[in-house]
Structures are given as C-alpha cells and as structure tokens.
C-alpha cells in the first residue's frame, strides 16, 4: 500500500485511496505529468449510514505542498451512477459526492468507488494531501481525515515490496524485496517491531525471526532542495503457530478463537471474483487426472488487490497420483493472506483434467464474498 492511512479519522465511512502513478511524479520540462486518484468509499458499519455528501479536495498552486496548479484539470469518474452523482463542485475547487436520491442511506458492506483522473501535477517534489470531507443527514458536523499523496522527481520509482513467504513457521525469518530508484536525497528505512532500519543502499533485507503475525513498512523520502515527499509501501507475514500474548483474559462460556473454514469451488467459471468481508486465509488444491508437461498443466492462479498492490499467488499440478479418484492426495497447494476489504480473484487455466478445491478461513466474522460480474 502506498498512500498510507490516516490514523486519526473521524469519518464513519471507510475510504481507501489509489494513486495512479504510485507514487505520483511531478511535471518536467514542457509536457505535463497527469495523476489519477482512486478512491474506495465503504460502509462497513453494521446499519446504513444516511449520507448526504462527502467531498474530496487537494490543495491547488505552484508550492511543494500543492497538487496542481491547474484547478480545472481533473475528470470525475463513478462505477454506479444509479445510486450516485460524483461531480465537480462549480464554486471550490473540489469534487463531491452525493446520492442520486437524497433520502437513500449507504447500505451496510456497501461500497462505491470514485476516481479523479488527469490531474495535471505541478513540478515541485513535496507531499500533498487529499481532504475528505464526510457530511451525514440531520446536522450533524463534518468529520474529515487527510491523506498524504507524495509528489516525487520525474522518473523515481518504487515498488514490488513483498516478502520472500508470506507464511514462515514460528521462530524463522524470511526475506523482504522491492525496487526502488537510487538519487541523492533519497533515503529507505525499514520499519518493523524493532529499531527503524536505514535500507538505502540494499533492495532486499531479511527479517528477524517471527514469532507472531507482523507488518513491515518501507518508508521513502526523497529531498529536493529541502521539499521532502514521503511515500510508504507495506507488506505483511503471517506465522503459522504464533507465540500467544496477551494481558487479562477472562473466559465466562463457549468462546470461539478460529472460526471453521469454508470449502468452495469455481463451478464451471474459468475465473471468479470475490470482496473479504475480514482478514482472512484462502487455501487452495489442485489435483491433475494425468501427467500435464508445460502449457498444459492446470494452473490455479489468486489475485489479492489491496491498497493499490496486486499480490499473484499461483500453482500448477503437472504429475497425476497413482489413482486420480484418491480423495488423500494432496495435490499442489495454495495460500494467499487476505486483508480485510480486498478484491480476491480466482482464476483456473490449463487443458489437462483436473480437480480443485478452495477454503476460506475467516480471522474475524466476514465472508468471501462473491462480486457480480
């Protein structure tokens, strides 16, 4: 994820931002550099939330901290115009959304994503932000929270962080990668459980041993005559058989501390699409029916979209068991982590005959839910 969450929001709603590029670059010379902003708005309240508007703005001018020095640049785009209007507000330079019929409140897991694309940068390195201004019905103030959006040198890049195994056994290490462009001025650290890491001058870096789940997060500044633009990558590892810690528990009853699994398959579709409704594991098994070399090997392939990253796990299944209607063979295994929110798409190929089957096991209550197509 590269635009990074603001920690002390108000809003009810939950809002996601995408920058595209990421992170965005500032204009050079005579042509123009152009960002697109992508913005998620979910309900993951329990109850609909009776919107009346929320209203999206940066700043505009020549500085560092500006996004654009040309307010009339920028298009709104929507993915439902038949619940809602996402239009440029005619006297701020801002956009706001509203719903089509004013008294229609945002259903409960609901969401709606809005983008503002061709916004003409400026050509100062610096941080920026988006507003997000968050109106409900019946007078209630507006809450708000901002987002950094980096503005970085023309042709500075990073990206592709992501850990060697995203699921290691308790008490063994695994190794983090990304790319990054090397420029004066421009400095990496690694920040993770213990003391911050300076990485600059590496593009790999092996972690301590885990003994519980963890994140880790790359930051980058990158200096231009002292305009500093900071950007965050992060990535995450699950451990398999964690270390417990925890301070006062008091157990009254029943308690449930893994909800049971959920088996599924693709059916007849060769690719589906699903939402996480919390964090989750997704386990997969592929079987062959015969030997399949090369491109005809069935390939079970999982997509997690989050936070503007896609993460690709795949398997292939080449070699049949001794008798392909033997329910204990394993076959080729598969496993994706799945943060809450994610798009999830799932998608099988190969020729040869094959059988798969797929389980979803929720961290928290929530389903894989199918998206239509």
Same mark, same amino acid.
């Given at each position: 994820m590269g635009v990074r969450r603001p920690e002390d929001s108000t809003c009810v709603l939950t809002y996601t931002v995408d920058t595209d590029p990421a992170p965005i670059q500032v204009s050079q010379g005579t042509t123009p550099a152009t960002a697109t902003l992508r913005i998620t708005v979910t309900n993951h309240q329990q109850t609909p939330v =009776?919107? +009346?508007?929320?209203?999206?703005?940066? =700043?505009?001018?020549?500085?560092?901290?500006?996004?654009?020095?040309?307010?009339?640049?920028?298009?709104?785009?929507?993915?439902?115009?038949?619940?809602?209007?996402?239009?440029?507000? !005619? +006297?701020?330079?801002?956009?706001?959304?509203?719903p089509r019929r004013p008294n229609r409140p945002f259903p409960p897991k609901d969401q709606v994503e809005v983008s503002i694309t061709g916004i003409e940068v400026n050509p100062a390195v610096g941080t920026s932000k988006l507003t997000i201004t968050e109106t409900l019905q019946g007078g209630s103030e507006p809450?708000?929270?901002?987002? =950094?959006?980096?503005?970085?040198?023309?042709?500075?890049?990073?990206?592709?962080?992501?850990?060697?195994?995203?699921?290691?056994?308790?008490g063994s290490s695994t190794e983090l990668t990304w790319r990054g462009t090397s420029r004066p001025g421009a400095t990496y650290t690694m920040l993770h459980d213990g003391e911050p890491v300076d990485v600059t001058s590496i593009r790999n870096w092996p972690t301590p041993n885990l003994h519980r789940d963890s994140v880790f997060v790359l930051t980058v500044e990158v200096d231009v005559?002292?305009?500093?633009? +900071?950007?965050?990558? #992060? #990535?995450?590892? #699950?451990?398999?058989?964690?270390?417990? #810690?925890?301070?006062?528990?008091?157990?009254?009853?029943?308690?449930?501390?893994?909800?049971l699994p959920t088996e599924f398959d693709l059916g007849e579709a060769d690719q589906l699409t699903y939402t996480a409704e919390t964090d989750g594991l997704l386990t997969g098994q592929l079987v062959t029916e015969e030997d399949a070399p090369g491109d005809d090997a069935p390939t079970l392939t999982v997509t997690i979209s989050a936070g503007g990253t896609d993460r690709l796990t795949s398997v292939q299944a080449r070699h049949a068991p001794p008798d392909p209607e033997d329910p204990r063979f394993p076959g080729s295994r598969l496993t994706a982590v799945v943060p809450r929110g994610a798009r999830v798409r799932i998608g099988r190929s190969g020729t040869?005959? !094959?059988?798969?089957?797929? !389980?979803?096991? =929720?961290?928290?209550?929530?389903?894989?839910?199918?998206?239509?197509?």
């Open positions: =009776p919107v +009346e508007e929320v209203r999206f703005s940066y =700043p505009v001018g020549s500085g560092s901290g500006d996004l654009t020095a040309k307010p009339d640049s920028g298009v709104p785009g929507l993915d439902d115009s038949k619940q809602w209007v996402f239009e440029r507000d !005619s +006297e701020t330079p801002a956009f706001v959304l509203r809450q708000q929270e901002e987002w =950094p959006l980096a503005k970085v040198p023309a042709g500075f890049t990073v990206s592709d962080f992501r850990p060697a195994y995203i699921l290691v056994q308790s005559d002292s305009n500093v633009a +900071e950007y965050a990558l #992060t #990535t995450a590892v #699950t451990v398999a058989r964690p270390d417990l #810690t925890i301070g006062d528990l008091t157990v009254h009853g029943k308690t449930t501390l893994t909800h040869a005959p !094959s059988r798969h089957l797929l !389980s979803w096991l =929720p961290f928290g209550t929530g389903e894989l839910k199918p998206v239509d197509s």
